[in-house]
């Protein structure tokens, strides 16, 4: 027996919560054609699953693919994959309290990543925040490229930049985010790019008062109470846009 034929399938709940959150993702412009969401395999914490080469949007259960903890796909090779797939497998393995990822491009918060001005806690729906939010410069780790994190080492460099925050911003790119399960990183990627937005219009009325230290902590610790709630009402949206789809 091969190795890969002795691989435990994902739980098909996994599976199908991956599917809609790839969904709920595009329907709240955090991605577009572009953008990926992981998590990591229910019964193999080394490997994680994540959608072939394909658009959020279009994302179904027969598109999910389990990668070992290299980003290489378990079976399949011959398909083509997410080339900034290594941004997932490097997080998943300097950080075990990491359950999922998302990755994207939201526009709203590439001015953070691309000015000197930080991405702050502007309400409390974002507090998580107020954790940190570092950038990664990929000139710094790696000269001229195409921006794209598309090797382990570029996403080794990443991971650390993340360190044991939630989210890093990556200039002229995007940013990624992690979190101890799939509705919470979705939860925070909607809620950094609402802040990001929210953000750059106090900018432009005056300065700013962000959450304290203290006021980010207690109110991130109160949002991740009532995440089934945001989730239950974004999945349920993305079931009835899929089924009025096919329909
Ligand atoms: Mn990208």
Same mark, same amino acid.
């Given at each position: 027996?091969?190795?890969?034929?002795?691989?435990?399938?994902?739980? =098909?709940?996994?599976?199908?919560?991956?599917?809609?959150?790839?969904?709920?993702?595009?329907?709240?412009?955090?991605?577009?054609?572009?953008?990926?969401?992981?998590?990591?395999?229910? $019964?193999?914490?080394?490997?994680?699953?994540?959608?072939?080469?394909?658009?959020? @949007?279009?994302?179904?259960?027969?598109?999910?693919?389990?990668?070992?903890?290299?980003?290489?796909?378990?079976?399949?090779?011959?398909? =083509?994959?997410?080339?900034?797939?290594?941004?997932?497998?490097?997080?998943? $393995?300097?950080?075990?309290?990491?359950?999922?990822?998302?990755h994207c491009h939201a526009p709203p918060l590439i001015p953070f990543g691309a000015?000197?001005?930080?991405?702050?806690?502007?309400?409390?729906?974002?507090?998580?925040?107020?954790?940190?939010?570092?950038?990664?410069?990929?000139?710094?780790?790696?000269?001229?490229?195409?921006?794209?994190?598309?090797?382990?080492?570029? @996403?080794?460099?990443?991971?650390?930049?993340?360190?044991? $925050?939630?989210?890093?911003?990556?200039?002229?790119?995007?940013?990624?985010?992690?979190?101890?399960?799939?509705?919470?990183?979705?939860?925070?990627?909607?809620?950094?790019?609402?802040?990001?937005?929210?953000?750059?219009?106090?900018?432009?009325?005056?300065?700013?008062?962000?959450?304290?230290?203290?006021?980010?902590?207690?109110?991130?610790?109160?949002?991740?109470?009532?995440?089934? =709630?945001?989730?239950?009402?974004?999945?349920?949206?993305? =079931?009835?846009?899929?089924?009025?789809?096919?329909?």
């Amino acid at each position: 027996m091969t190795k890969s034929a002795r691989l435990l399938p994902a739980a =098909r709940d996994l599976v199908n919560t991956l599917v809609i959150a790839n969904r709920i993702l595009f329907d709240h412009d955090v991605v577009d054609a572009f953008g990926h969401i992981s998590v990591r395999h229910d $019964k193999d914490p080394a490997k994680f699953l994540m959608s072939r080469h394909l658009a959020p @949007g279009l994302v179904t259960a027969k598109d999910i693919v389990t990668f070992d903890r290299d980003a290489n796909a378990v079976a399949d090779p011959a398909q =083509r994959y997410y080339s900034e797939r290594f941004i997932h497998s490097e997080i998943y $393995k300097r950080r075990p309290d990491v359950v999922a990822v998302v990755h994207c491009h939201a526009p709203p918060l590439i001015p953070f990543g691309a000015t000197r001005t930080p991405l702050q806690p502007i309400y409390h729906m974002s507090a998580y925040i107020g954790a940190g939010t570092p950038v990664f410069d990929i000139r710094e780790a790696a000269g001229m490229t195409d921006m794209l994190i598309r090797t382990p080492a570029l @996403g080794a460099a990443l991971a650390e930049t993340l360190a044991d $925050k939630p989210l890093v911003l990556m200039r002229g790119h995007g940013a990624t985010m992690v979190g101890a399960g799939i509705p919470q990183v979705v939860y925070r990627a909607i809620y950094a790019k609402l802040n990001a937005a929210l953000q750059m219009d106090a900018l432009k009325l005056g300065t700013p008062i962000y959450l304290a230290p203290e006021e980010a902590a207690k109110a991130a610790a109160a949002n991740d109470r009532s995440l089934e =709630r945001a989730w239950n009402l974004w999945a349920r949206a993305a =079931r009835a846009k899929r089924k009025g789809a096919r329909a």
